[in-house]
Structure formats: structure tokens, C-alpha cells
């Protein structure tokens, strides 16, 4: 244990933001109680609470470093588990704004766990912390405070039975993901609410579990079919343990793919590339399908509040949630946690400013790229900065130019996977391949296709006839 900074904190919600603050409080509170409203499986299973195991979830390669240096070891133990993990350009065939990007081994290593068999994991290394404990089975009702609200003191639950209790803490941290209630709490206690900057999305998503044929993904362990602007429906399919493949089709703007066998293969078949079609048509269809609507990215902005009440943090969605097609989500959340970790080990208990502005810093990025995406698509409600208009012209160039130059992939999924900065496929040199590049220069914006050239590695994509 490190500085001990109080004697009690509760976290509320044990997904992943909420095991990974756990993680870091545990260095500097006697005692971390987790309160969980589902029953947690003591196994690998799918939770009412987090039903986006269903779908595709991706780690970011910048999300599995910063899990291995919160528990050493994680990442190969959950590979030994079974779940694949490939280079992260070597070992995906990616689909970008039409073009198939040129794949090879830039020795950046990335896994494929299933949702569950993650936080599956990461449980497993919480519950094993002596110092925390994990109540589950426990709906949060509202935090306790002071008579002057001025700060929290815990928190009110209600069990199964219906009977509420109060659990005293010296900290709340909020990690019930993007249906949080701090907003109206703080409301109902005299606080400002945070404004909430929001970018419509309409995201709809449908996966299916399949059994596939050997060899179905040829060395690949993901496939990823992008959207673009014309062309607004995503798909990925990635191999999981147990044998088991998912396939994950996403719509915008509420396009809902659909779930009964024959329509989903439908929604395959209409994207670009017939890759993912070609992979499941045959595939033998495991258990039920599932959804998942998402209607919007939403980030509050805590870090804009002039008050707020003494003890009370909020981590992970709750603070920011993105279009999840990006896979953001659980890299963010502990990289917020990481940061928290970096400000108890100060030694005191952050201000609530300077926390929110500690989160805020980890969240500008990932939101820029998320919502300057979505942008991308004129149907999409928002303000569109000349950057923002300025890189949505460019990237659509550097994917045709990746479908034949792989350091310009590299660069590419080195700031999707959060280990660049955006600002790096501006680099001059880069700029400067894109536009000289046959295929880049030829690419006049998003939409525009350019076959993939004749020494495009062994399984053929093959581009779907224009209608
Ligand atoms: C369809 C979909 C696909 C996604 N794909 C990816 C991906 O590929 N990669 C990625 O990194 N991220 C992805 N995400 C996002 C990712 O799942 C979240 O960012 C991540 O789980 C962190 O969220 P969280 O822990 O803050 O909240 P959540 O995961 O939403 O968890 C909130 C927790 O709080 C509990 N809770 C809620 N209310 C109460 C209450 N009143 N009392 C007690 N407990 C309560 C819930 O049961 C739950 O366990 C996806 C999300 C969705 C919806």
C-alpha cells in the first residue's frame, strides 16, 4: 500500500472502470467496498449490467499495457485462457473508407478476449486485493451527505429485499457507466448539473456467435469493415475463445441490422467488401442474436463546475461515453483510473477540480477522434472545426494510400489503439507519402474506392459489384 490517504472509499458498479478504480484506491484506502447491483457470476459469463459483452470488444493495444502495468501478467494469463491475440496491423484485415489496408507485423502485440473472459480477469485480480470487497447484489439509491450537502459520506443501498442501508465512506467514486444519476443528484442537492456536450449517432448493433470451418479468418484473428460517408454500416468479426467466433454489424443513423439469420447475412453482403459474408455464410449459427442502441456519444463536463461536493468522484462512462465502434471505452476507463492512481499517490485526496480536469485531459483525445469520425458523415448534428473538416478529407486519402504502404497503416491504428496522437499522421513525411502515393492522390474523399492491388496477401478480399 502506498500514501494512505483515508480509511474508506465505496465504488459503485463493479464493470470495468469500477474494478479498475478499486485497483488504484486500494494503494491508498484501508478499505475499498465495491458495490455491485447484479449478482456477479464467480465465472465467465455474460451480466445484466454490462449486456455490451454481447458485441464485439475490442482492447486497445494502449488499453492491455496500461491493464498489465495494473496487474502484472493479465494480459498473457487471459491469452493462456484462450483468447487470441494477433499484431496489431499484421494480425487484422482492416477495411478503411474502401480500401483494404495493406497488412504486416509492426510488432505491436493486440488480444481478443471476449468481454466476459475479460472482466472476467480483471475481477478475478480485484477480488483477490485483500483490502477490497465486492458487494454485489446491492442497487445503489442515492449517496449520503452532510447537512450542508457540502460533502458525501457514503452511500444508501437497497438489497434484495428491499431494505436499505447506509455504507459510511470518506470517498464515492461513481462508475455506474452512462445511465450515472450523479447529474440529478446533484441537482436535487443544490449543485449546478454539468452541461453535457452530446454528438447524435443513432448506432445500432446486432452480433451472432458462429462456429466457423478452420481456417474461416485465414491468419487473421479480426476482421474490421469501417464505415464511411455514403456508407454508413460497420462490421467486424473476430475469433474468441472457446472455438467460437462473433460477429458484431453495426448501422448509423438508425439503421438497425437485422437479427434473423438470412437478414444478417443480408447486412454482410451490402458492405463493401463481402469478406465477413464470405466467412459466416456457411458458419453454423450459435445461440440467440443480440442488440444494443446507441444513441449518442455524451460527455459531461465535471471539469467545467465551480462546485461541487467534498468526497464524491465519477469515472468511466459516467463521465464520457463514446460510439462504441471506436472501442474506446474500456482503454479510457483505465486510463482515467491510472490518472486517479497518479494524483492519490500525491498523497492527499485530489480537489474535485483538479480530479476533473485530470479525467478531462484523458478524455479530450479519444473524444476527438470519436466525434471528428462521426462528423465525417454530413447526416450527423455538430460543430465541424476546419480541423475537424481539414483531417475528414485527409484520412479517407491515407487509407487508399495504406492499402498499399504499410508504415502509413502503422501510423493509422497506432492512434486508433490511444498509442499516438492524432497530430502524428499529420507528420510531414506522412503527408507527403499520402500525397504522393498513386492510390492516395486518386482518392478523391470517402467513398471512393481503390481495388486492392494484385500482391494483396493470400485471402482475396473481393469488392461487392457497384450497384
Ligand atoms: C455495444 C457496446 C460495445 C462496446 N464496445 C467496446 C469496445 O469494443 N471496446 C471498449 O473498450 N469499450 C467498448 N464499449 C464501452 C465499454 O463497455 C465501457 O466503456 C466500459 O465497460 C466502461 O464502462 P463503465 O465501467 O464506466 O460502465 P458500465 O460498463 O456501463 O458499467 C456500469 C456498472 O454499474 C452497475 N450499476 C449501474 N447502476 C447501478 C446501481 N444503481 N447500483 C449498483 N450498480 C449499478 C452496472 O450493473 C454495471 O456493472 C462498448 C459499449 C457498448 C454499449
Given at each position: ?320 461515453g463514446f460510439n462504441p465502434i471506436y472501442g474506446q471505452g474500456m482503454t479510457v476507463a483505465a486510463l482515467q483510473a491510472a490518472a486517479f492512481g497518479d494524483l492519490l499517490a500525491e498523497g492527499r485526496l485530489p480537489t474535485s477540480r483538479r480530479y476533473f480536469q485530470a479525467m478531462a485531459k484523458v478524455v479530450d483525445v479519444p473524444w476527438e ?99
Open positions: 500500500m502506498g500514501h494512505v490517504v483515508g480509511r474508506h472509499a465505496v465504488v459503485l458498479g463493479a464493470s470495468m472502470a469500477g474494478l479498475l478504480t478499486a485497483r488504484v484506491l486500494a494503494e491508498s484506502f484501508e478499505r475499498v467496498t465495491i458495490v455491485e447491483r447484479d449478482r456477479l457470476p464467480p465465472g465467465v459469463a455474460q451480466r445484466r449490467g454490462a449486456p455490451q459483452g454481447h458485441h464485439i470488444h475490442a482492447l486497445l493495444a494502449r488499453g492491455a499495457q496500461v491493464l498489465d502495468e495494473l496487474f502484472p501478467g493479465l494480459t498473457a494469463e487471459i491469452i493462456a485462457d484462450g483468447a487470441p491475440a494477433g499484431d496489431l496491423l499484421g494480425g487484422i484485415r482492416w477495411f478503411l473508407s474502401g480500401h483494404r489496408i495493406k497488412q504486416a507485423d509492426i510488432g505491436q502485440p493486440v488480444l481478443f478476449p471476449s468481454r466476459p473472459l475479460l472482466e472476467s480477469a480483471v475481477r478475478n485480480r480485484v477480488r483477490a486485493l485483500p483490502n477490497v470487497r465486492v458487494a454485489d447484489g446491492l442497487d445503489v439509491v442515492e449517496p449520503s451527505t452532510t447537512a450542508d450537502r457540502r460533502a458525501v459520506t457514503g452511500v444508501r443501498v437497497r438489497g434484495d429485499d428491499g431494505d436499505i442501508t447506509v455504507i459510511g465512506a470518506d470517498l464515492v467514486v461513481d462508475a455506474t457507466g452512462r445511465g450515472s444519476r450523479t447529474p440529478l443528484w446533484l441537482e436535487s442537492w443544490g449543485y449546478p448539473r454539468p452541461q453535457a456536450d452530446k454528438v447524435h449517432i443513432g448506432v445500432c448493433y446486432a452480433s451472432r456467435a458462429y462456429r466457423l470451418p478452420p481456417g474461416a479468418l485465414g491468419s487473421d484473428a479480426l476482421m474490421l469493415h469501417s464505415w464511411h460517408p455514403g456508407q454508413p454500416r460497420a462490421a467486424g468479426l473476430v475469433a474468441q475463445e472457446g472455438d467460437r467466433y462473433l460477429a458484431t454489424q453495426v448501422g448509423m443513423l438508425g439503421d438497425q441490422p437485422p437479427t434473423e439469420l438470412d437478414g444478417f447475412l443480408a447486412f454482410a453482403r451490402s458492405l463493401p467488401f463481402d469478406d465477413i459474408y464470405r466467412a459466416i455464410r456457411d458458419g453454423e449459427p450459435l445461440g440467440k442474436p443480440a442488440t444494443f442502441q446507441y444513441p449518442a456519444n455524451v460527455r459531461h463536463r465535471y471539469e467545467r463546475l465551480s462546485r461541487f461536493p467534498a468526497g464524491l468522484f465519477v469515472i468511466g462512462d459516467a463521465v464520457c477522434i470519436a466525434t471528428g469520425s462521426d462528423l465525417a458523415f454530413p447526416e450527423v448534428r455538430g460543430r465541424r472545426t476546419a480541423r475537424t473538416r481539414m483531417v475528414n478529407a485527409y484520412l479517407p486519402r491515407l487509407h487508399a494510400a495504406a492499402a498499399t504502404d504499410p508504415s502509413l497503416g502503422a501510423a493509422f491504428v497506432r492512434v486508433t489503439g490511444l498509442l499516438a496522437a492524432p497530430t502524428s499522421l499529420l507528420r510531414p513525411d506522412r503527408v507527403l507519402r499520402v500525397l504522393l502515393s498513386r492510390h492516395g492522390a486518386a482518392s478523391h474523399g470517402a467513398g471512393s474506392v481503390v481495388r486492392p492491388p494484385a500482391d494483396q496477401p493470400a485471402a482475396p478480399s473481393s469488392r461487392r459489384p457497384a450497384a
